[in-house]
């Protein structure tokens, strides 16, 4: 078995498998040189919106001349996807070339998957030697593996909801507290939440940590926003930290242009640490950014149905899509979702979101050991939805062709099942 397939299989034990701590991670760091040491970081944690400012952040780096890597987790098709520079991802060949020189050091120091792909990302970053390195964080941020870095330049904390709650506790302040974890000291940090639970754990460990905080809302904020729902772009401005910004954004959604708003308040952050950044080509780079499965249009929109794709796998994520979708202009049409959760997900209340946006549910198999039953799936639909509206199918391909001629389709649950999708419409 080559290391490519042998990641994958790997790959499937990743929370089953959950160690939690840094001593294992940094010690094979350690011993391959400490490559998290060579690069800058700008370091981000959240439940949701993460990857989005983290994928706009380094994009807007590499506009402004600088190698930007970026790391984000899960994949949607494939590894490789996780790691980036310049927008490139690692190629095969790279991939398991690392893979098979470090294989025997992971097992020597019992690494995970999450924590040796990660290590990984750090020694093919110092290898290119990139400048900064926007990483997201896997899991909380306290204890997760990117949490092994220390040349941090700016820390970001988005959205926090309940989430995970076996590993990182069973309320918003103490999730809060794992994501604080981060927080480097005299280091800035930008925070996303607007609720009073998250905002005071923050807000005493920026300052436990002598570093400052920047909220949205009270530091940044948007203004003038118009969103062109048919063309897939949005117009903003932006203004913070004493500057005003014009800018447009080609990701969908009011959560994405808060998502925006941090990562430019990060540009200038870096700015203000005496980094070159120039805010033309950095802002114009938005226009162009893309971040699969996170409502993703995906076939040209018609006037009365659309095909949408979105990842949103926990109650606030949930409420996020629902938000999108009832402001586009397809929200008055029908629409039939085809969805699929894991088990360990806050599946309950994310349907009873859901079940306000769908008017016929297909319910499919998630790939992967941590699948919801389609009965427990089905008897929760049911809650909501008459019988008539609830279906099964044994798979994606299935399920499509399911989907009532002019319903909107909306494909939602879990991030492998947006991966599925993307692979089934790449080869239609």
């Known amino acids: ?94 991939l398991a070339g690392l893979s098979g020189k470090y294989l025997s050091l992971s097992k020597k120091y019992s690494l995970t998957f999450f924590e040796f792909i990660t290590a990984l990302a750090f020694i093919y970053f110092a290898g290119r030697k990139v400048d900064f390195a926007v990483l997201e964080t896997g899991l909380g941020g306290r204890f997760d593996a990117t949490n092994t870095v220390k040349r941090v330049v700016v820390s970001v904390i988005t959205a926090i909801g309940l989430e995970h709650t076996a590993v990182l506790g069973d309320s918003i302040e103490k999730i809060a507290f794992e994501k604080a974890g981060i927080i480097k000291s005299c280091v800035p940090v930008i925070c996303g939440c607007s609720d009073s639970a998250s905002l005071g754990v923050i807000e005493k460990a920026a300052g436990q940590n002598k570093s400052r905080l920047y909220i949205a809302g009270r530091d940044f904020k948007a203004g003038n926003i118009h969103t062109n729902w048919r063309h897939g772009t949005q117009f903003f401005k932006y203004s913070g930290l004493g500057r005003v910004f014009k800018a447009e954004l080609s990701l969908l959604g009011p959560h994405q242009i808060k998502n925006a708003l941090m990562a430019i308040t990060a540009l200038q952050l870096i700015r203000n640490a005496s980094f070159e950044i120039d805010f033309e080509p950095s802002l114009q780079a938005l226009k162009d950014i893309a971040w699969p499965g996170r409502f993703q249009i995906l076939k040209k929109a018609s006037a009365s149905n659309v095909t949408v794709l979105d990842g949103a796998h926990n109650p606030q994520a949930a409420e996020i899509f629902a938000k999108a979708w009832k402001k586009s202009p397809w929200a008055e049409s029908k629409a039939a979702m085809i969805f699929g959760i894991l088990g360990d997900k806050n ?18 198999p998630v790939k992967s050991a941590r699948n919801l039953d389609h009965s427990i799936s089905a008897a929760e639909w049911g809650r909501y939805l008459d019988k008539s509206n609830i279906s099964l199918a044994p798979s994606f391909s299935k399920a499509a062709g399911k989907v009532p001629r002019g319903y909107s389709t909306l494909v939602s649950g879990s991030l492998f099942l947006v991966g599925e999708a993307l692979n089934y419409f790449k080869r239609k």
């Open 1 to 94: 078995m080559n290391s490519l397939k042998a990641l994958a299989l790997w790959q499937n034990s990743e929370y089953t498998s959950m160690k939690p701590g840094l001593s294992r991670i940094r010690a094979f760091l350690k011993e391959a040189g400490d490559p998290q040491d060579s690069f800058r970081s700008i370091h981000i944690a959240g439940s949701n919106g993460k990857g989005s400012t983290a994928a706009m952040t380094a994009r807007m780096l590499e506009a402004s001349g600088y190698k930007a890597a970026l790391y984000t987790s899960p994949h949607l098709l494939r590894i490789n996807e996780r790691i980036k520079i310049n927008g490139k991802e690692i190629s095969d060949g790279d």
């Open 347 to 364: 599946y309950k209340s994310v349907i009873k979101i859901f079940s306000k946006t769908a008017d016929k549910v297909i319910i499919v």
